[in-house]
């Protein structure tokens, strides 16, 4: 009888304790992939939405330089800006209803209120003092989004 009670304390004990703790292993695996899955879909957001408004500060940069200081730039060079500029803005307009999923809410609302502005800017648009004050709002929007990344990629680590 001893011997059966050795046999079963031999595998019951590893049993009990094991299919235990294999099944908080797993859940503990799922919640960081989880979690690693959705940083790097805000992370992409965030990369997106800060190309895009570097975009229009560099467009925004080139029109001032020709308009305001008569800098001279290449022609060919001007146009690519101005049709990445243009793409930007309707990226942008697409992107500001569904970065409310991947944004922190501060970030959310200073890209709403930078589409607001982009929303009444003509495309292609040359009027130095529009784009001056787009410029300045987007440089603000950018400054704010990295900052909260940052923070976001801080608290990830």
């Given at each position: 009888?001893?011997?059966?009670?050795?046999?079963?304390?031999?595998?019951?004990?590893?049993?009990?304790?094991?299919?235990?703790?294999?099944?908080?292993?797993?859940?503990?695996?799922?919640?960081?992939?989880?979690?690693?899955?959705?940083?790097d879909?805000?992370?992409?957001?965030?990369?997106?939405i800060?190309?895009?408004?570097?975009?229009?500060?560099?467009?925004?940069?080139?029109?001032?330089?020709?308009?305001?200081?008569?800098v001279?730039?290449?022609?060919?060079?001007?146009?690519?800006?101005?049709?990445?500029?243009?793409?930007?803005?309707?990226?942008?307009?697409?992107?500001?209803?569904?970065?409310?999923?991947?944004?922190?809410?501060?970030?959310?609302?200073?890209?709403?209120?930078?589409?607001?502005?982009?929303?009444?800017?003509?495309?292609?648009?040359?009027?130095?003092?529009?784009?001056?004050?787009?410029?300045?709002?987007?440089?603000?929007?950018?400054?704010?989004?990295?900052?909260?990344?940052?923070?976001?990629?801080?608290?990830?680590?």
């Amino acid at each position: 009888m001893e011997y059966y009670v050795d046999l079963v304390m031999k595998f019951l004990v590893p049993l009990v304790v094991s299919i235990p703790t294999a099944i908080i292993s797993v859940k503990l695996a799922l919640r960081k992939f989880k979690s690693e899955k959705w940083w790097d879909k805000k992370l992409t957001c965030y990369i997106e939405i800060t190309g895009d408004l570097s975009v229009i500060i560099n467009y925004a940069d080139m029109v001032m330089d020709i308009k305001l200081d008569g800098v001279k730039h290449d022609t060919e060079e001007f146009n690519k800006r101005k049709v990445a500029f243009n793409e930007s803005m309707l990226k942008l307009q697409t992107k500001v209803y569904a970065s409310v999923i991947f944004l922190d809410k501060t970030s959310y609302e200073a890209l709403l209120q930078f589409y607001n502005q982009l929303f009444r800017m003509e495309t292609s648009s040359q009027n130095t003092n529009k784009l001056s004050k787009l410029r300045d709002n987007a440089e603000l929007c950018l400054d704010l989004i990295s900052e909260e990344a940052r923070r976001e990629y801080r608290m990830q680590m």
